[in-house]
């Protein structure tokens, strides 16, 4: 397991970008799967975007097109760059995989 914080979040008008990291602990070449989820206010936590460690991805149908998932073994961490933002996406944004624990999270709001 390794510790993972997430960054990268804040306040954005709708139609703009932001990009998320998150930074491992330790090495994330053999975490087979990393991915990112969402928590909005009131509902449950879904997957927004995976990477295997072969480089294949896979989105949520609410956001293909819009945001790209991506992982830089070297450096242990994973991005999310989101563009288009709709207000629909204001969540707290988490990155997880090989069973590490939760880390806090990062505020995205998408808002005029």
């Known amino acids: 397991q390794v510790q993972l914080v997430e960054s990268g979040g804040g306040l954005v008008q709708p139609g703009g970008s932001l990009r998320l990291s998150c930074a491992a602990s330790g090495s994330i070449s053999s975490i087979l799967v990393m991915g990112w989820y969402r928590q909005a206010p009131g509902k449950q936590r879904e997957l927004v975007a995976f990477i295997t460690s072969g480089g294949s991805t896979n989105y949520a149908d609410n956001v293909k097109g819009r945001f790209t998932i991506s992982r830089d073994n070297a450096k242990n961490t994973v991005y999310l760059q989101m563009n288009n933002l709709k207000p629909e996406d204001t969540a707290v944004y988490y990155c997880?995989?090989?069973?590490?624990?939760w880390g806090q999270g990062t505020q995205v709001t998408v808002s005029s």
């Open positions: 997880n995989g090989g069973g590490s624990p």
